[in-house]
Each structure stands twice: as structure tokens, then as C-alpha cells.
């Protein structure tokens, strides 16, 4: 049974995993497609429609590959989870299809406006079309972090007649605290993701020397949004995410942070090597009482170890919850770091003649995805041995008649469908910022206006040079 459940979980974990690398871009490409729109509109400067229109085309790959890997990580709930499923479906069914009928739908039919639509719709309702598209991609996002927040920390639940949980508020399960925190946060990891990757195409166009109008635009636009996100991913959100943790999942609190004995004024951990065998960290780097001081603010506020728990409700994977931990807050630490410098650099005017700065922004271009990669990580193995914390263990959750062979079948396959998949999305990405913005496909131009006598100022010194 155990090897099972373990076959089952780590199917689950590749298949999610694979699938949030596309929507952390998608969601992220939507709010700066909104910025290039609004750019546009108040400007009227065509330089900013044939900018929105270049990331619109990797925004639709990104959304098409998403749809793709997403429908098979949804079936799991009943082919691989079919437990879980039978108890909790009355309560997570309501968040997963929501997600589909309402943001999904509204997302991809306002795409299709935004991407083949711009003559019909003119300069505001093309604009109208890209903020729907956004508030569809963050709309998604928000019933997929609900549905997830629950199993972290259940709300406005009952447990009915014939032990099967049942929703005793609607609203509570969509307001559940945890969820608008852990929303916050997952979301301003996406607006990262996006501005990492728009500012690293600018700067390669900029070392290149080509398409440097739109290299400025992609670089500047990348910083100023994505120094704020940056800030605001530590505090507030990462800081009430932290202490959520710290009130309702301690064990959890105590094995990201490698502590195995209570302490007043405890540590916080910088770097160190967990030792679960004899219930240490080896070679500790450590700021004194800084852990009690962020989770309490209280220099001297008592922190649970592991060994106050008793062993069946750790996290079956402490060294991983650990390393997954400090690699997310360390690559968070590092993006305030590089966006500040970027922002200075911005303000100094010299940003974009800044080499070395314009390699740094390229070459930080995965980080983004290991960041968030390691945070979901943290939080789906440190909330372990639980599937809904407190109510349901992960080995009573899954298919009893889904043997292990069976699903290591299945997962080597899925890994080498999304293998194909993976190199067709980097080919066409790749493809597109070859192309450049000037090259505009088959995506339409905007409708002639009589009173647009002449182009753009900006606009026209590109064409003109290219």
C-alpha cells in the first residue's frame, strides 16, 4: 500500500509540476499585457500595440501548453485519488469548477478576441479584451489556490452522516484566510516570473543590438513592475504565509526551518544540513532569535522542535521541506537584490549601455521557475502525512485498485509526452523572439483612423531601422 500511495504522490507531483511552469508565465505575460495595453492607449503610440501583440503570441503558446498539461493533472483527483475524491468532492468539486466554467472560459474567449479581434474591437475595447484576459488568468488562479488553501487549512466544512465531508459555507470556503494570503503570494510569483522573463528578452535584444526600441521597452517595463512584485512577495504576503504556518501547522514551521528542539529565541536558520537521523542541523549558519522575532515579534517567544511531535505527524521528506525552503526564500532574496540594482541602474539612466546588468537580467531568467517550483514543494510535502490537514491522511486518499505498476506505467509515459511537449514550447518561444515584435504574423493591424494622419514618432524610427 505504501509503495503505492508513493507512486501515486509522485505522479501527482511531476504532472503538477510540469504543469505550473506554463500558467506562472501566463498569469505573469497577463498583467504586463495590461501594462503595454495601457501604454498604448494613453500614448497612441504604435510601438506599444506591436509590443502587446509579440508577447500576446507567447502568451497564447504558454496558454495553449497549459490547457494541455492541465486536463490530465485534474483527472488524477478520480483516477489516482479516487478516495479523496469520494470524501472531499462536495467541497473541492465547487472550487475546480468554478476554474473551469467561469475563469477558463471567460480567459480563453477574450484571447481569441484580443489576439484575432483588434480591427473589430479599436484601441478601448482591445484593451478591455486584454484586462478580461488578465482577470480570467487571476480569476483561475485564485479557484485553484482556494481549492489547495482548504486541504492546508479546512474551513466551513462539516463531516456528514456517512463520513464524507461536506461544504457548510460557500463563502467561507472562498474567503478562507489562508487562500487570499497564499493567492496573494503565489500570484505576485507569477507577475515575477513574467518580468523576469520580458526583462531577459530585452536584454538579449539589447546585447545584440536589435529590436533595442522594444529591448528598452521589455527591460524597463520588466523592472518597474517587477521590483515591486519582488517586495512585495517578502512582506507582506511571505511574512503572513509564514506565520499561518506558524499557528496552524508547526511541525511543519519547525521542519522548514530544520529545528528539532524547542527553543526560546530560537534561531533562524540561514544555511545548515538537517540531520533527521540524529535529530540535528550540522554546520548551522544562524541569525539568533531571528525566528521567533518574524514569527511572534518577540525576541524571546518560544518555537516548537520536531521532537515536541510525535514522529507520525512529521513531513515524510524533512530534508526536502527544509532545502526546498531555503531555496525559494534564498532565490527571493536574490530577485529584490537584482531588481533593486536594475531599478537603480533605471533611474541612474544608464540601465540600458549597463552590460553586465543586462547579462545578469538574461541569465536570471530560470530562477523564477526553481523559486516557485521549490515554494509549492514546501508547501505540498511539508503539509505531509496529510492530504486535508487534520481530517485526511494521504495513504486513506488514494485508488486501492491502482496498483503501483500501473502508475509507474503511466508516469513514464506522461514524462515522455511532456518531454515532446517541453522541447516544442522552448522551439516555438525561441521561434517568436527570433521573429522579433516587428514581425507580426497573422495577428491583426489595428483598423486606419482618418485622423491618424501619421504614425507614431517612436514607431516609425523602428521600422524604419529595421
Known amino acids: 500500500m505504501g509503495h503505492a500511495v508513493d507512486a501515486h504522490r509522485l505522479h501527482f507531483a511531476f504532472t503538477v509540476t510540469f504543469h505550473y511552469i506554463f500558467p506562472q508565465l501566463t ?9 503595454l495595453k495601457t501604454k498604448a492607449l494613453r500614448t497612441g503610440d504604435e510601438h506599444y500595440n506591436r509590443a502587446a501583440r509579440f508577447w500576446a503570441k507567447i502568451f497564447g503558446i504558454n496558454f495553449a501548453m497549459g490547457v494541455v498539461t492541465g486536463i ?9 485519488w479516487a478516495e479523496f475524491s469520494k470524501s472531499a468532492g462536495g467541497v473541492i468539486g465547487q472550487t475546480l469548477a468554478m476554474e473551469g466554467v467561469f475563469s477558463f472560459f471567460l480567459e480563453s474567449s477574450f484571447l481569441g478576441l484580443f489576439l484575432f479581434g483588434e480591427k473589430k474591437l479599436g484601441r478601448i475595447g482591445h484593451w478591455i479584451s486584454a484586462f478580461l484576459v ?9 479557484f485553484i489556490v482556494a481549492t489547495d488553501a482548504w486541504m492546508q487549512h479546512p474551513v466551513a466544512y462539516r463531516v456528514g452522516a456517512n463520513g464524507q465531508i461536506e461544504l457548510a459555507s460557500f463563502w467561507g470556503l472562498l474567503l478562507n484566510k489562508w487562500a487570499l494570503w497564499q493567492y496573494a503570494h503565489t500570484m505576485l510569483g507569477a507577475a515575477q516570473t513574467g518580468c523576469f522573463v520580458m526583462a531577459a528578452v530585452g536584454a538579449f535584444y539589447l546585447l545584440t543590438h536589435r ?17 515591486v512584485a519582488a517586495v512585495l512577495q517578502l512582506f507582506p504576503t511571505g511574512d503572513m504565509q509564514g506565520k499561518l504556518i506558524a499557528t496552524h501547522q508547526p511541525v511543519t514551521l519547525a521542519a522548514m526551518e530544520g529545528l528539532f528542539e524547542s527553543r526560546d529565541g530560537a534561531p533562524l536558520a540561514i544555511l545548515g544540513q538537517p540531520d533527521v537521523e540524529h535529530r540535528k542541523l550540522d554546520n548551522p549558519l544562524e541569525i539568533p532569535r531571528m525566528l521567533s522575532f518574524l514569527t511572534y515579534q518577540k525576541w524571546k517567544a518560544n518555537i516548537k522542535g520536531l521532537n515536541d511531535f510525535p514522529e507520525d505527524l512529521w513531513p515524510d521528506r524533512i530534508e526536502m521541506v527544509y532545502y526546498s525552503y531555503h531555496i525559494m526564500v534564498g532565490l527571493g532574496t536574490i530577485f529584490i537584490a537584482v531588481m533593486a540594482l536594475a531599478a537603480l541602474q533605471l533611474w541612474r539612466g544608464k540601465l540600458f549601455e549597463s552590460r553586465w546588468m543586462l547579462w545578469l537580467l538574461m541569465l536570471s531568467v530560470p530562477l523564477p ?9 514546501t508547501a505540498e510535502v511539508g503539509r505531509q502525512p496529510w492530504l486535508i490537514y487534520g481530517l485526511m491522511r494521504t495513504v486513506h486518499g488514494s485508488s486501492p485498485r491502482v496498483s503501483a505498476g500501473n502508475v509507474w506505467f503511466t508516469l513514464l509515459g506522461f514524462m515522455g509526452m511532456y518531454s515532446v511537449l517541453a522541447i ?9 523572439i527570433e521573429l522579433g515584435p516587428e514581425h507580426t504574423g497573422h495577428l491583426s493591424e489595428p483598423a486606419s483612423n482618418a485622423g491618424d494622419d501619421q504614425e507614431p514618432k517612436l514607431g516609425a524610427e523602428v521600422r524604419n531601422r529595421s
Do not use: C, H
Request: charged content about 10%; proline content about 2%; cysteine-free.
Open 27 to 35: 498569469m505573469g505575460l497577463a498583467l504586463l499585457l495590461v501594462y
Open 369 to 377: 521557475y526553481i523559486a516557485n517550483t521549490a515554494g509549492w514543494i
Open 134 to 142: 488578465w482577470l480570467g488568468s487571476w480569476l483561475s488562479g485564485y
Open 72 to 80: 490530465p493533472m485534474e483527472f488524477q483527483f478520480g483516477t489516482n
Open 424 to 432: 516544442l514550447w522552448l522551439f516555438l518561444t525561441w521561434r517568436e
Open 211 to 227: 529590436d533595442e526600441a522594444y529591448g528598452r521597452t521589455f527591460v524597463k517595463g520588466g523592472v518597474l513592475v517587477g521590483i
